[in-house]
């Protein structure tokens, strides 16, 4: 039986080195809670989004990630450091920890739901720990993230636009007619952006009548569009 008993606590120590975020039931819930973070902030390492990376969290001064640039003068210049203490006031009322700061985020009031976050997050940006599968999958939604892997139905050729109407033809040949306030333009200069010259069509709306045309960059953007009736 002590064989045995040594044999089962390996395997556990095993299954917690492969899965460190289901090592505890707390991160295991935060990590589903963290569905809610997932659509602004990436647990790769200078991975920006609306948000900054949250990869190496821990310890950081607040607004000094180099590589994002859209940090609020209100948080770069609050000296608050990034710790259980300081995330879990954070998370509970962001504008009540640094005024004036520009998270839209209302607060996570529930205590227990704080903590659950935090234990996963506290695991998950850690430095080379790197995302687990389903956190990755929370990323953007789920959907397309690499821009430079599209399908044809994807890759747009042509815009169009007379009126109030948009015209935009994709490499599979189909043509689809957008209301103007319903295609969204964007662009994306990261490495996961489309290539120069083959912006991506993306779905936006629940109905199918919205969608997001992403350029490389936005001097793409008046060149690629024609004024055609």
Sequence with gaps: M??????????????????????SSEAARGEQLFRNCAACHSLEPDKNMTGPSLAGLWNRRAGSLASFSRFSDALKSSNVVWNDKTLDDWIKDPQHLIPGNDMPFQGMKNDKQRADLLAFLKEATQPGHGPSQSAQGMQMGGG????????????????????????????NGKTRNF????????????????????????????????????????QEISGFIKPEC
């Excluded at 002590?2 to 090592?23: W, Y």
Aim: glycine letters at 8%; hydrophobic letters at 40%.
């Design 2 to 23: 002590q064989r045995h008993f040594h044999m089962a606590i390996g395997t556990l120590a095993v299954a917690m080195v492969l899965s460190p975020t289901l090592a």
């Design 179 to 218: 209301w103007e306030r319903n295609l969204r333009l964007k662009t994306d200069s990261s490495a996961d952006g489309p290539q120069n010259g083959i912006p991506a069509l993306l779905p936006a709306g629940m109905v199918g009548d919205r969608a997001d045309v992403i350029f490389a960059g936005p």
């Design 144 to 171: 397309v993230s690499n821009l430079k892997k599209l399908d044809p139905e994807e890759q747009v050729q042509k815009i169009t636009y007379c009126g109030d109407t948009y015209r935009v033809t994709t490499a």
